[in-house]
């Protein structure tokens, strides 16, 4: 992907709030708009990821910002929703047919476990069709078959925690303790409490533009879009192993990761920080695995070298991640986007990862779908 550029981002905060969505995902249009120098007339392209809210979710939103007459397009992929829209985004410019293009996560999740989604009538029969039971069996495998222990889940959490002190769009800035992880009330043997993210209520917003574009409008140290990879489940993807355990199963994020790699012609060696979707703690570990960042077996062993930690070599979710911003479903790929943006800008404040030149995300949506996103600065472009 060589056209493409972030030229602008923007967001709400991660929490819960008297707001509408749609004034949520107005908050954060209204801002990327800004930050690219462009009013809501110049885009020819809305798309809009949203999970839970009404019929014209993205046309509602956007009658707050303005009423271009322009296509505005819903996207809905779970948790990949806005990583969806990114990619279709990304896409259209690409080939010539958008030069700017908003992309806009917005959601409002009610209180409580997300349950019944995407799951098959007889998972959600047996009492299986809710997410934190599929997390905890994915953690149950992770401990069996590596080194890693319970105490290695509650430092993911702390580690977390700790980068989202500074992070003002977080929804919890408190530190936490190992031992107040492991104490907190057990949901699914392995995972706590506090080894689980809250879904909850947030948006944020990218503006896309061509290279060509941002160079027309003189748009000040533009980060590239490198790779926006999507895949959807193929026939030996498994997101746990819910009903047998096949030795051999491909996993979605890998295959995403690998897809965009090849694209961004990078390696694993060459990414300076990670946003990646931890839903719970085990989910990060898995993540390192799967995004190529270590091998099999040293999930635990990447993690306990404090790499993953800002000021290591890897910094992984430097914002706090899910755990500690909470995750509006259809706005947390595009939440990642905006860290990693500021990031390469050198704009993150205490959390600036020093030197970061190419950074990636990543999302999953209900074990359907899996999005990698790879972004460099100036800095970090290959000609």
Known sequence: ??????????????????????????????????????GFDDVELTLVGNVGAEMAKGQNVMDLVGRSGRPIINVESAC????????LGAQ????????????????????????????????IEAGLGVNPVYFALAAQELLEETDATVEDLADVSVKNHGHAVDNPNAMYRKPVTREEVLTSRMVCPPLTLLMLCAPNEGAAAAVLMS????KRRGIPAPVGLRAVSL?????DDWFVPAVAFPPHRSSLTARAAELAYEEAEVDPADIDLVECQDTDSGSELLAYRD??????GDEAALLRSGDTALGGRLPVNASGGLLSK????????????????????????????????VAVSHVMGA????????????????E
Request: charged share 20%.
């Open 326 to 357: 909470g995750e509006p479903l259809g706005a947390s790929g595009l939440g990642q986007v905006y860290e990693l943006t500021q990031q390469l800008r050198g704009r993150a404040g205490s959390r600036q990862v020093r030197g970061a030149r």
């Open 367 to 382: 074990g359907h779908v899996a999005s990698v996103v790879v972004l460099a600065g100036a800095a970090g472009r290959s």
């Open 211 to 214: 290279n060509e574009e941002a």
């Open 291 to 296: 995004l190529g960042l270590c091998k099999a």
């Open 1 to 38: 992907m060589e056209r493409v550029v972030v030229a602008g981002v923007g967001i709400h905060p991660f929490g819960r709030f008297e707001a509408d969505y749609r004034q949520l995902g107005a908050v954060a249009a209204r801002e990327a708009l800004v930050d690219a120098g462009v």
């Open 231 to 235: 895949v959807s489940k193929g026939p």
């Open 92 to 123: 259209l410019i690409e080939s010539g047919a958008h030069d700017i293009v908003l992309c806009l996560g917005v959601e409002k999740a009610p209180r409580g476990f997300i349950a019944a989604s995407g799951y098959s009538p007889w998972q």
């Open 80 to 87: 990949g929703s806005s990583g969806s829209a990114l990619f």
